[in-house]
Structures are given as structure tokens and as C-alpha cells.
């Protein structure tokens, strides 16, 4: 070995240095960037001396893919469980006082408070303003689940758009990646976009790859192509309003609908499917229990003949659009919570009359059942109160029950929603608890150890300055040579 | 005669020690030339007849050896056009008349036609994978051509083969209704992918493949041009089916049956027939799940970068992110590459005892690998020389020395008479 080759093997050791420096000063700037692979750079030994290779990232793959889909589940989870929540707030109240069954209940009181003085004409009046209010608040909750349903589809429709442009970055990722790799450049900050991209849109719809030549990457969602060289159109026409009988639109990933999640603790990944849970079965249900509460207050109000003669039954205190006949029993009648209302001619406000309530005979002289017009008639009274405890039909798609009292399935709905959201809150919080674990496995996985860093900036330093020696050493060497020649 | 004798001697040891110092000089100002070759001169003597009485002092001659065999170190650089050889081979160079030449001084760089010339002016040349995968032509330079490359130049190449690769649900219903290959607005399928081909233009057509169970372990492949497809449902396309093929599967392993078809062929719109590739697809009681997908073929793309393999395969890397090899660059060898003629320019042509040029490429026999984004620096080592020099310095004195008591000697001997 020569004296000038030592001092290539110097000069090139020095040429490596400054890149693995720059390396480790990348990995230190960033540790504080949980999206940051760690790098670190590879060497060669060649005959003679070192060749800098490459920077190599630190990726946990198995580890990501966890992650992603532990973040995904607990994003579907946690959308569901704010919906619900803003649901529970606007049907429910904080405290149950804006609940359909407690003005039930207060309505309840306000009858039986009226049977117990049928001749009071005050009490009576009370017992319609609080049927009043009853109404009031199933015509609030219908149309606040409708409303609900209105600006669920809006998300759902700002979740495509993002979906669409994140996966319109993919592609430019992606391509610097495959044309980098193909080249032999550090991609590494490619690669650290494209993940922190996958984490995004996995936090939509779940994501699983497909890894090709050259660092080229499918993103497949349950079967359906998202980014093939391409990316996919993912396609979905909001509604801009919504009614009780509206059907949403389909969201459609090239060609296949995606599934909405189902039950409380959803099967649904990324918050899309769990939003098309919110807007096809949470609301629907919800909006079918009211309904079913509606028709069923209808029906139960209902005045029928007193003489058991051949007369319909027809609508009493409570009516709607439809009327005056009574809707088909144990049959949900989509809407019905929404127009639902009290007959104006028992209200007072209305120039109606209470006592109405007492002695029958709204829908025509044959329904009267007061004939005598006694003021301390009570029988009607105390059987609509009996009535409202006993058991009757209830359409079961509304998924609470088919046999039940009125009272009884206002307060199952009210109970529904309630378990529904605690339980939707419970998983949120083992999901949560997961997917933070997981990320943060991750973080230290492959994140940038500062100790770890300086130390090696240490070991840089040191070879550096025995590089450096080396150098000062071949030159001493020469110029005692050169002193010889006179 | 001995006294005239011995001045000859003393000024041939001087001229062949002059001649050491020239070449001494030559490789210290060629020190850091890529590339270069160190001189050295090699002594010998010529003896002049005598008598066993009398001594006749010969002379020394002088020939000039250059190491050329003798390998540089190599030092690398950031320019991937920097080229190396490690070995024993050289490049085969055009200067701008065309002749060629043979150098190891690979600091080649693109000039305005895209041709790759070194620092002494001289073209680099290759095999062009134009006409398909070139051969080297063993004992002459027929079919090198200039290395060029066009930034300018736009490719496309349509897809070919493709392969395609999924499990199928065993568990999933048989399709009842109308299937796939109907066309009918109510077809029904199990399952649906898609993958993109690209036509003779480069231009990129979407395949819609889907998968529908007819029987059990039996399933329908239908593949339609997702451009016909119907907004929202697909179906139906506005035209029939690109291909229809049936799979089946052998119940004992869940994977394709012997007899069935195992790949799908099919016409792309404006390009060349598609195979794609099904043999690994498989009907296992799990999801349907893509595992694997490749197609062959580019869109149209510009040159973005070159690479240049170490068997001195240069690919240029498309901005589309495909790589196609353009040129093999070949290596030279001769039997005793140190016996080559020189040029200026570190390039050497053969020689008459250098035996003769003979083409390969890298990696075959001894001719080395090509290093890319490297350079061979010069042989010399300064240490070497300097010590050379200082020998050569001593020995030109003792010379004039001799020299000079000849002189002398003549002096005396011219004295003798007065």
C-alpha cells in the first residue's frame, strides 16, 4: 500500500462522514416527528477502502400494519360514539329531561291528576298542554334525527372528497418512490409521506397493501381496489335533505358499495362505514321507535264506539295528516313522530275543548260517551290511563320489542339510546386504548432514539478526527521526503 | 581508448538517468490524471568487446515500461456518468474522426446531443439494445455506436403480460341471478377488482375483472373496460365482456384444478393481446383478498435519470417510474495490456507485441465490473517517485563525477607535453 493511497482511503473515508452526519443530524431534527422513520447510513468495504452504499429506514412494517388498522377501528368507533352522543344530547337532554318517555310520563300524571277531578275544567286543560308538549318534543326529536341525518351525509360526502385527494397524493408519492427506487436514490422522505398518507386513509376506510417491484404499493379496502398504478374513483351523490322515508346514497369504492358497520361496539373500520351506520341504522331505528310511540299514542287516544256498535275508530286527542282513521296496528308508519299532532278541538288555545278528553264525541255525535254529561265522569279517563300501562302491538323491525306498554316501550327507546351510546363509548375507550399503545409501539419502533443519536455522533466525531490525523500524518511523511530532495 | 571510453559510459549513465527524471517528472505532473498510467524506465546494459587484458566500458540503454496493467484506486464521486472499471478491461472510446481507442479515463459527462464524452474529448461506446439484446462482437469494433442519450425522446410500450393473483371466498353464495358475462343492468357478481394495462399509445385502460361462484369450486371471470361502464352500478357496460373464462377449482387443496384455465387472454383497445396470468389464484375459507398484481408496459414518459449496472448495462429510469436498458457497454482486454501504444488523452491503441483487442462484456474472464458514480485514479504514488527522483539525482552526479575524472585524467595525459 502507497502513500496515496492511504490518502484516498483519508480522503474518502472523510467524503463518508459528512454523509453519515447528515443522516444522523436528519434523524435528530425529526425526533420529535412521530410520522419520521429512523435512517441510519450503510457501508461498503471495498479493496481498498469504504464506499457509502445507502440510507437505510428503519420501517416496522408488521408493526404499521397494526396501527393502521387499530387506528382505523378506533377512528369508526370513536365517529360512531360522537354521533351517537350529539344524538342522545338533542333526543335525550343531558340529564333525560328532553325525553320523549318523561313527557310521557308527565303527561301520564297530568291525566291520572284529571281523572281524579273530572269535573275540574283547569286540570283538564292541563292534561292537553301536556299532551301539547308531548307532541312538541316526539316533532323535535324526529326532525333533530332528520337534521342529524342531513349533516351525516354531508360528512360523508367531505370523507369521499378527502378520501379522493389523499389518494391523488398517493399517486405522486408513489410515483417519486418507484421512479426513485428505480434510479437508486433516498427515497426515504417519499416513504415517510406515503405512510403518513396510508395512516390518513386508513383512518377513512381500512386499508391493506399489496407491495410490487420496485417499492411500488396497492392499497386494497376489503377486496375493493383503492390505488392500483392509479388511484380508483371513489364515488358518492349526497342528498340534501333528508326525510323520514329518505334512503342515502351508496358510497361506492371502483364499482362496490362499502358496508355500513353494525352494533353498538361497531364492526366498522374507518369512519365512513361508521357513518353510513349513523345514517342508515342508528337514526333509522331511533326515528322508527318515535314513530312507533306516535302511532302508538294515536291509536290508544283513539275514540272508538261506546256502544261497541259498527262505528271506526277514529282519531282522538291525537291526530295526524293522515286522519281521522287510525293507522294499521303493530305496523310502523314512517313520519308519523314528525306530524304527529293534537286534534285542535280539544285545545283550548285553539278554541277547542278539554272535556273532550272526558266525554268523547270529537269525531261526531255517536262517539259520545258522556251521554248524561255528568261533570264527574271519570271512566274514559282512568281507561286511557289503564291503557298507557297495557301491553300492545309494536312493529319489531324498530328493534326494542313487539309486546309492550306504551310507557313502558317510550322508556325502552329512551333506555335503547342510552345503552347504545354507553357501550359505544366503552369500546371507543379500549380502541382508543390499543391504537394509542400500538402508535406509540411504533414510535419507538422505528422513531429516532435521541441517546442513540448522539452517541453515534460521538463515534462520527472520533473517526473524524482519526481521519483527519491520518491525513496530517501521510502529509508529515511526504514533506520529510521532499525536504530530502535539494 | 579506455579514457574515451569511460567518457562515453558516463554520459550514456547520464542521458539514461535524464530520461529516468523525464519520466519521473511526467507521472508527478499526471499524479491526479484519471485514469493515468504510471512510466518507469527499465535499464540494460551494452557491452562493447574486449580482450581478457583490457576492460571496454559499455553504455546503458533505456526502455520505457508503463504499467497500465497495474489497477488504480478507485475514488468515488456523485456523478453516475463517472465510470470505473475493476479489473482489467478497458473501455472502447471514438475520438470525433471515429476511430476507436481503448482508455480506463471514464469521467465521461452528457454533452448538448445527449453523447457521453471524458475529459480528453473521446466518445464513449456501446451496444444498443435498439434491435433487441445486442452480443459483443469478440474480435472487432463492428456494431458500437456512440453512447447517447436523448433526454428528449418519449416512449410508450402496451402491456403484454400481466399477472394476477387472489384467494376467492369458498364460503360465498353461488351466484343465482345474472351473472357478469350478461351484461344486464341486473348482473350479480361475488366479487370485483380492477388493474391497469396500457394500450400501444401508453394510454392507461382500467380492466374491471369479476369473479362470480357458479358452482361450487367453479367461478366465472368477466372482465369489462371500466370507460363503458354505467355511472354508479357499471352495469351495463355499453360494450359486452373483453373476456369471459370459467375456473375451477380442486376441492381437495383449493387450488386452481389441472384441467381448468389458468389464464385469461384478452384484447386491449388499440394494443397488443393481454395475458394475464392466473395459475396462483386460490379458493381458500378465508376473505377475498388480492395478494399479488403485475402488468408489463409504460405510459408515455420522458428519460429522467440513467443508471448504469455494474455488467455496464446503462438503463434509462422513465419518469414514470419504468426502466428500460438502453445501451450494454462492452470492455476490451489484450494479452499484455502494458505492450499498448499510447495516445494523448490516457487512450491506447493496440500495440505491435500487445496481442490482439478482443470484446466482451463486464464480469466475463478477467475483464473486471464497471463501477458507476467512481473514477480510477492515477497509479503513481508521489512517495514512488520522490524517491526515484532522489535516486536518479545521486546517480546523474556519480556519472558526472566519472565524468569528470575522465576528464581530468585527459587533462594530465594533454599536460604531458609541453
Known amino acids: ?45 471495498m479493496n481498498p477502502g469504504v464506499r457509502f452504499v445507502s440510507v437505510r429506514r428503519h420501517a416496522d412494517v ?30 335525550i337532554g343531558a340529564n333525560g ?69 389523499l389518494l391523488s397524493d398517493f399517486y405522486e408519492a408513489n410515483k417519486e418512490i418507484t421512479k426513485g427506487t428505480i434510479a437508486g436514490t433516498d427515497v426515504s422522505n417519499a416513504l415517510d409521506r406515503r405512510d403518513t398518507l396510508i395512516k390518513e386513509i386508513s383512518k377513512i376506510v381500512p386499508v391493506s397493501t399489496i407491495q410490487r417491484a420496485n417499492n411500488d404499493l396497492v392499497l386494497m379496502s376489503n377486496g375493493a381496489t383503492l390505488f392500483e398504478t392509479t388511484p380508483r374513483d371513489v364515488t358518492f351523490t349526497p342528498q340534501t335533505a333528508y326525510g323520514p322515508s329518505t334512503v342515502g346514497n351508496l358510497v361506492r369504492i371502483d364499482g362496490i358499495p362499502v358496508d355500513a358497520g353494525t352494533g353498538a361496539n361497531t364492526t366498522a373500520k374507518g369512519s365512513l362505514a361508521a357513518l ?211 | 581508448m579506455s579514457l574515451y571510453n569511460l567518457m562515453r559510459t558516463s554520459v550514456s549513465g547520464m542521458n539514461a538517468q535524464a530520461n529516468r527524471l523525464s519520466t519521473v517528472a511526467e507521472n508527478i505532473a499526471n499524479s491526479d490524471t484519471v485514469g493515468y498510467k504510471r512510466k518507469s524506465i527499465a535499464f540494460s546494459t551494452l557491452v562493447v568487446p574486449g580482450t581478457k587484458a583490457q576492460f571496454n566500458s559499455g553504455s546503458v540503454v533505456t526502455t520505457v515500461r ?127 377488482s380492477s388493474l391497469v394495462v396500457y394500450d400501444n399509445f401508453g394510454g392507461r385502460v382500467v380492466l374491471d375483472i369479476y369473479f362470480s361462484k357458479t358452482a361450487d369450486n367453479t367461478w366465472e371471470v368477466a372482465v369489462y373496460d371500466q370507460a363503458d361502464a354505467a355511472p354508479d352500478t357499471s352495469f351495463p357496460y355499453a360494450s359486452g365482456p373483453m373476456v369471459t373464462e370459467t375456473l375451477a377449482f380442486d376441492p381437495a387443496n383449493g387450488r386452481l384444478d389441472a384441467a381448468s384455465a389458468s389464464s385469461i387472454t384478452l384484447n386491449v383497445p388499440d394494443g397488443e393481446p393481454v395475458t394475464i396470468d392466473m395459475a396462483s389464484m386460490t379458493q381458500l375459507a378465508t376473505n377475498f383478498m388480492v395478494t399479488s398484481t403485475e402488468v408489463n408496459g409504460n405510459s408515455p414518459a420522458f428519460i429522467q435519470s440513467v443508471s448504469i449496472a455494474d455488467d455496464g448495462i446503462l438503463y434509462a429510469s422513465y419518469d414514470d417510474g419504468t426502466l428500460q436498458p438502453l445501451y450494454r457497454i462492452p470492455l476490451a482486454t489484450v494479452m499484455s495490456p502494458d505492450l499498448l501504444e499510447g495516445h494523448s488523452g490516457n487512450v491506447y491503441t493496440q500495440g505491435t507485441e500487445s496481442g490482439d483487442i478482443q470484446i466482451g462484456f463486464a464480469n466475463d474472464g478477467d475483464r473486471g465490473r464497471i463501477a458507476s458514480g467512481a473514477l480510477e485514479a492515477s497509479n503513481v504514488d508521489i512517495a514512488d517517485e520522490l524517491t526515484s527522483m532522489i535516486q536518479s539525482q545521486r546517480s546523474y552526479t556519480a556519472n558526472s563525477k566519472v565524468f569528470q575524472t575522465g576528464s581530468d585524467l585527459m587533462d594530465v595525459l594533454v599536460n604531458l607535453k609541453r
Not at chain 1, 26 to 34: D, K, P, T, V
Not at chain 1, 64 to 88: C, D, V, Y
Not at chain 1, 401 to 428: C, I, P, Q, T
Open chain 1, 276 to 486: 353510513l351506520q349513523v345514517r342508515d341504522t342508528v337514526t333509522v331505528d331511533l326515528q322508527n321507535q318515535l314513530d312507533e310511540v306516535a302511532r302508538g299514542l294515536i291509536d290508544t287516544f283513539a275514540e272508538r264506539d261506546p256502544s261497541g256498535g259498527g262505528l271506526p275508530a277514529l282519531a282522538g286527542l291525537f291526530t295526524y295528516p293522515g286522519g281521522p282513521g287510525v293507522p294499521a296496528a303493530g305496523t310502523v308508519v314512517q313520519g308519523l313522530a314528525l306530524t304527529i299532532s293534537v286534534n285542535s278541538l280539544f285545545d283550548p288555545a285553539q278554541g277547542g275543548d278539554p272535556a273532550l278528553l272526558r266525554d268523547g264525541g270529537a269525531n261526531g255525535a255517536g262517539y259520545i260517551e258522556n251521554t248524561s254529561g255528568a261533570a264527574s265522569f271519570a271512566d274514559r279517563l282512568i281507561r286511557y290511563n289503564e291503557a298507557l300501562d297495557a301491553p300492545i302491538a309494536f312493529d319489531a323491525t324498530a328493534g326494542i320489542g313487539s309486546s309492550k306498554s306504551l310507557v313502558a316501550f317510550a322508556a325502552d327507546s329512551l333506555g335503547w339510546l342510552e345503552g347504545y351510546r354507553a357501550s359505544a363509548n366503552e369500546a371507543a375507550i379500549t380502541k382508543q386504548a390499543l391504537a394509542v399503545q400500538l402508535n406509540e409501539a411504533l414510535i419507538s419502533e422505528s422513531g429516532v432514539n435521541l441517546d442513540e443519536e448522539m452517541s453515534r455522533l460521538l463515534d462520527l466525531e472520533n473517526t473524524f478526527e482519526a481521519s483527519a490525523r491520518l491525513i496530517r500524518a501521510v502529509d508529515q511523511m511526504l514533506q520529510d521526503l521532499l525536504a530530502a530532495v535539494r
Open chain 2, 66 to 192: 508503463e504499467a497500465v496493467a497495474l489497477q488504480g484506486v478507485l475514488t468515488y464521486t456523485a456523478s453516475i456518468t463517472d465510470l470505473a472499471i475493476d479489473g482489467s478491461g478497458f473501455f472502447v472510446v471514438h475520438d470525433s474522426s471515429g476511430s476507436p481507442y481503448l482508455t480506463r479515463a471514464g469521467s465521461f459527462v452528457p454533452d448538448s446531443e445527449g453523447r457521453l464524452v471524458n475529459a480528453a474529448g473521446f466518445f464513449l461506446t456501446g451496444y444498443s439494445y435498439a434491435n433487441g439484446i445486442p452480443s459483443a462482437v469478440a474480435n472487432g469494433f463492428e456494431g458500437l455506436e456512440i453512447v447517447s442519450i436523448d433526454n428528449t425522446d418519449l416512449a410508450a410500450t402496451p402491456t403484454t403480460f400481466g399477472e394476477f393473483v387472489a384467494n376467492l371466498p369458498e364460503a360465498a353464495d353461488i351466484v343465482t341471478g345474472n351473472l357478469p358475462s350478461t351484461n344486464l343492468a341486473t348482473a350479480e357478481y361475488t366479487e370485483k
Open chain 1, 97 to 165: 329531561e328532553l325525553s320523549v318517555s318523561s313527557h310521557l310520563t308527565a303527561f301520564h300524571n297530568a291525566l291520572q291528576v284529571y281523572s281524579a277531578s273530572p269535573s275540574d275544567g283547569l286540570l283538564g286543560e292541563a292534561a292537553v298542554n301536556s299532551a301539547k308538549d308531548l307532541v312538541r318534543r316526539l316533532n323535535d326529536a324526529a326532525n333533530a334525527i332528520q337534521s342529524t341525518r342531513t349533516s351525516v351525509d354531508a360528512e360523508i360526502g367531505a370523507n369521499v372528497d378527502r378520501l379522493n385527494s
Open chain 1, 1 to 45: 500500500m502507497s502513500l496515496s493511497t492511504a490518502l484516498n482511503i483519508a480522503q474518502s473515508s472523510l467524503f463518508n462522514l459528512s454523509r453519515q452526519t447528515s443522516v444522523v443530524s436528519n434523524n435528530i431534527s425529526n425526533a420529535g416527528n412521530e410520522n419520521y422513520v429512523r435512517r441510519s447510513a450503510a457501508l461498503e468495504s
Open chain 1, 62 to 91: 408488521e408493526l404499521f400494519r397494526s396501527s393502521i388498522q387499530s387506528s382505523a377501528n378506533f377512528e369508526a368507533q370513536n365517529t360512531l360514539h360522537s354521533h351517537i352522543n350529539g344524538l342522545k344530547s338533542s333526543i
